[in-house]
């Protein structure tokens, strides 16, 4: 009688975990998937509503060490098991990783039963299995289905493989590679080029990853994917909640997490453990003042740097400077276009913008460009009214810039809605760093000649005849 209430107990279980993907975590790991661990179970429950859902990506952000590998891995074991028909491509941070994610979800199919009392794949799931002569561990097809399972890497393949369902599973593993831009930059034409090419439609994407940087790929899909409409789920978990207390202190206690946090540094524990990129601790500009209404200026200026090189940005702002000499942000150019392009984008900036005052440096050519910029004010949009100087900058970029920062958040004002009216400016000026490479500076130079120009008392500049 025992044996069958036992029995019963078990195929009770087993149904159960068919049915539902968190129970399905609780039987095969009993002593991981706790039911004290909340955020696990809402975890698993967030997969499985994501499938059934209209949304078509979601990104999950959570600390090292809490199961998100593994839980992911499990959820591609139970979604084939549920549907042979599905074909799963996951994406690592490399072949190795790749390799020994796909091994895992294949020998947990393959898996024979030893214990009757322990449950096995073949119980929750019947006849599902590897097909023969189709199990290569990076890819392989289940018997009733075809091509059901890649696993690839940025330095892998993906060719002839189309996806159903794609999942992403943490590509950083330092901070040195989150500071890397190039790096960064390929994971992004990986995602874009590759992984997404081989999307069948109506596909879903899942990322799951620790945040380290703004520019990451959880960090630009969300950005990207919510710009064009797609419907995103977004889910963060943080190992230091709200109030104080840990997010599971069996996993991660406060003591270990204050030991963790002395020994890797602030920045990059609070990217680990509280999904907080550390490029935004390293900002140089942490808050910028707006304005809806602007005052009386006794002066419209503007402050042009010119694309000293190929790859360099001309950054050319109006600005209204009021009897405090505080500066408004009036009308932005920002682009890399060539000269024969923005030497007439910047003579009808100065000319809409009724500029008083126009500052052009001369580094590089920029007095050439300066000179074409009043040749066309003059001759043809028949305009005298801005005074065109220009200026060799010899001080250092870096140390200009890093010196007037407190004065641009403190004196420079934006509008409201500048994040949407020049998006690449806004970019450029929120993410620069205080340490580290940043792939341009234009921006930065063109606003902190802003500040120069407001603190100082006198100019000293050449006027351009």
């Not at 959570?62 to 996951?90: A, C, Y």
Request: hydrophobic share 35%.
């Amino acid at each position: 009688m025992n044996l069958n209430k036992n029995l019963i107990k078990f195929y009770a279980r087993v149904e159960l975990a068919r049915r539902n993907f968190w129970q399905y975590c609780k039987l095969k790991a009993p002593d991981f998937y706790k039911e004290d661990r909340g955020f696990l179970r809402d975890f698993c429950n967030e997969l499985q509503q994501f499938i059934k859902s209209d949304y078509e990506v979601m990104v999950v952000n959570m600390p090292p060490r809490h199961g998100k590998s593994r839980t992911v891995g499990n959820f591609v074991e139970w979604v084939l098991g549920n549907d042979q028909t599905q074909k799963i491509m996951t994406g690592s941070y490399n072949e190795t990783l790749s390799t020994t994610f796909s091994k895992g979800v294949r020998n947990t199919i393959l898996e024979t039963k030893a214990d009757e009392n322990k449950a096995v794949y073949s119980d929750v799931f019947p006849g599902v299995t590897i097909k023969r002569g189709d199990g290569a561990m990076n890819m392989w097809s289940l018997e009733n289905g075809y091509n059901n399972y890649l696993a690839t890497s940025p330095t892998g393949t993906a060719t002839g493989f189309g996806a159903t369902l794609m999942i992403i599973d943490d590509l950083i593993k330092s901070a040195l590679e989150a500071n890397n831009a190039n790096i960064l930059d390929n994971h992004w034409t990986w995602f874009t080029d590759t992984m997404m090419s081989r999307l069948e439609e109506g596909g879903k994407i899942i990322i799951v990853m620790t945040r380290w940087h703004s520019l990451d790929l959880a960090g630009r899909a969300l950005e990207h994917f919510k710009s064009i409409g797609v419907k995103v789920r977004h889910i963060c978990y943080k190992a230091v909640k709200k109030d104080g207390t840990m997010l599971c202190p069996e996993i991660l206690s406060k003591r270990s997490y204050e030991n963790k946090k002395m020994s890797m540094g602030i920045d990059i524990a609070e990217a680990n453990y509280q999904q907080n990129p550390i490029d935004i601790k390293g900002r140089m500009y942490t808050s910028f003042k707006t304005y809806k209404e602007m005052p009386q200026f006794k002066q419209i200026r503007n402050y042009t740097d010119t694309a000293d090189e190929g790859k360099d940005y001309l950054c050319s702002i109006n600005y209204g400077v009021t009897f405090d000499n505080e500066a408004y942000v009036l009308d932005v150019i920002y682009t890399q276009e060539p000269m024969e392009v923005t030497e007439p984008l910047t003579a009808k900036l100065l000319f809409d913008g009724n500029v008083n005052i126009a500052r052009i440096e001369s580094n590089n050519g920029g007095r050439g460009f300066a000179r074409s910029v009043k040749r066309i004010l003059q001759d043809e949009l028949k305009s005298n009214k801005t005074v065109i100087k220009w200026f060799t900058q010899h001080n250092n970029k870096n140390a200009r810039i890093f010196s007037n920062s407190a004065w641009v958040m403190q004196h420079i004002y934006f509008p409201e809605d500048w994040k949407n009216r020049w998006p690449d400016y806004y970019k450029a000026m929120s993410r620069y760093q205080r340490e580290g490479k940043n792939d341009h500076d234009d921006a930065q130079d063109a606003t902190t000649g802003i500040a120069e120009d407001c603190a100082k008392k006198s100019d000293g500049l050449s006027v351009l005849k």
